[in-house]
């Protein structure tokens, strides 16, 4: 009964990364259709409306460990839920690109938030067996976000004419409302409890709602290792002892954006028009990306927790060369369409089982009990930094009549294959396993 609950209570707070994709790929559709209407400059478009959101989400990032520490994961996840309800609401009814761009923003800070808090939360309450998976959740949600997201925009173009991005946006409206509901049957994380308020009694009956049996033992676990590790006075994340932990959250959100994920999902119809795909036809082979990262998502799930997380990072780096590899020599040598879809499938596939399915557990793991909102905060700001300036630049490059590379962009795709041999040079030689182990185990590992 309480492995039932545990599922479900990770279920609904993973449920924040469902918004979180749909909201990061819904863009996508509305790309094309808000560049003609407001007739915005590449540099204009690529701030203003396409990262607009991931500057939002920077924010949201950088100070989501704040509130996280100081109220609770559970006021925060509903914080969360009632920033993309009007974040759907604004986009949708905007009438000029500055409106759009600030709720669009307030988009962004929700995922931000729920970057921090999500992972924080789910790796809280699961077990060491069952983390990898449990916290593996919220990259699922994302994935499925994603899917949806290319799925709506397909059948919401042609629907309302003009319109279509209006609806494409506004519809996120409807999961925002049920998360928000859905958040009040959480509890709040039994570990916050001990270590920021000190309420026990509730603590207790919040690790027995997650399955813990003994759960003054579990007390004591967590209190004992915060008196071997108390932090003097001064000491911060950026203190000396933490620097293994910070470089580690910092290089996988780094090489996680650096792989170009984002930039594929955002302008996956763009880039298949550059390639001579209709714009229908590039929304449905969008579809066909979105259902690969999810099926790819659900293997790198079920292995995280038996192959690990080093495993899965070395198995996607090696996919990431190939595939970004022949998406290059696809534009290069202008081959076929059947082969760059498949290498973008390859590459989608490659993301799915490895830095897809990790990045969230890895950054949750890193770090000690009291700094790891903070930390999570960091690896999160990181990855958005990155997604941000990305996805601000690339209409710089993509733009047929005025980008860098106008409808080649083929050198894009080889720099980020070379960032990824550089990843797996830092996995094999940096990258501890944390498979199997406490969330205390990993951190004196990591101290010491």
């Not at 916290?135 to 309302?160: E, P, R, T």
């Not at 004419?161 to 519809?171: A, F």
């Not at 990790?358 to 009990?369: G, K, L």
Request: hydrophobic fraction near 50%; include cysteine; charge should be positive.
């Amino acid at each position: 009964m309480q492995k039932g609950r545990l599922f479900i209570y990770s279920i609904v707070a993973a449920l924040a990364g469902f918004i979180f994709g749909f909201d990061t790929v819904v863009i996508s559709g509305a790309n094309l259709p808000i560049k003609q209407l407001w007739h915005t400059s590449p540099g204009f478009h690529g701030f203003f409306i396409m990262s607009m959101a991931l500057w939002g989400t920077v924010v949201g990032a950088l100070l989501g460990g704040i509130p996280t520490e100081v109220f609770g994961r559970k006021k925060v996840l509903l914080t969360v839920g009632i920033l993309f309800f009007i974040s759907a609401i604004g986009s949708a009814l905007a009438q000029d690109p500055y409106t759009f761009s600030f709720f669009r923003f307030i988009g962004g800070l929700g995922i931000g938030i729920s970057s921090v808090t999500v992972p924080t939360y789910i790796s809280e309450i699961s077990t060491s067996q069952t983390r990898g998976r449990l916290v593996g959740m919220y990259q699922f949600n994302i994935v499925f976000g994603i899917l949806i997201a290319f799925i709506s925009n397909y059948f919401l173009k042609g629907f309302d004419g003009k319109n279509d991005w209006r609806w494409m946006l506004g519809v996120l409206a409807i999961p925002s409302i049920l998360y928000s509901s859905l958040v009040f049957i959480l509890p709040e994380s039994p570990r916050w409890l001990v270590l920021r308020e000190k309420d026990y009694l509730k603590a207790k009956l919040n690790f027995i709602k997650i399955g813990v049996s003994d759960t003054q033992a579990e007390i004591d676990k967590i209190e004992l290792f915060e008196k071997e590790n108390i932090s003097i006075k001064g000491e911060n994340l950026f203190s000396r002892k933490y620097i293994k932990m910070v470089w580690l959250a910092f290089m996988v959100a780094f090489f996680n954006q650096l792989s170009g994920i984002n930039f594929i999902l955002y302008y996956a119809p763009e880039i298949l028009e550059s390639a001579g795909i209709g714009s229908k036809d590039s929304l449905f082979n969008s579809i066909a990306i979105g259902g690969v990262n999810l099926i790819f998502t659900f293997i790198g799930l079920y292995f995280i927790d038996k192959a690990g997380r080093k495993t899965l990072l070395i198995i996607g780096s090696i996919g990431y060369i190939i595939s970004l590899c022949c998406v290059a020599a696809s534009f290069k040598f202008t081959l076929n369409n059947t082969f760059l879809l498949s290498s973008l499938m390859g590459f989608i596939a490659a993301h799915a089982i490895g830095q897809g399915a990790v990045i969230w557990v890895f950054i949750s793991e890193v770090f000690p009990n009291k700094i790891r909102a903070t930390g999570q905060a960091l690896g999160s700001s990181v990855h958005w930094i990155f997604a941000a300036i990305i996805t601000l630049i690339t209409p710089l490059f993509l733009d047929k009549e005025k980008g860098i590379f106008g409808k080649n962009p083929y050198p894009i795709f080889l720099f980020f294959a070379l960032m990824m041999v550089l990843q797996i040079v830092w996995i094999v030689t940096k990258v501890p396993e944390t498979k199997g182990k406490s969330l205390e185990n990993i951190s004196s590992q990591l101290l010491h």
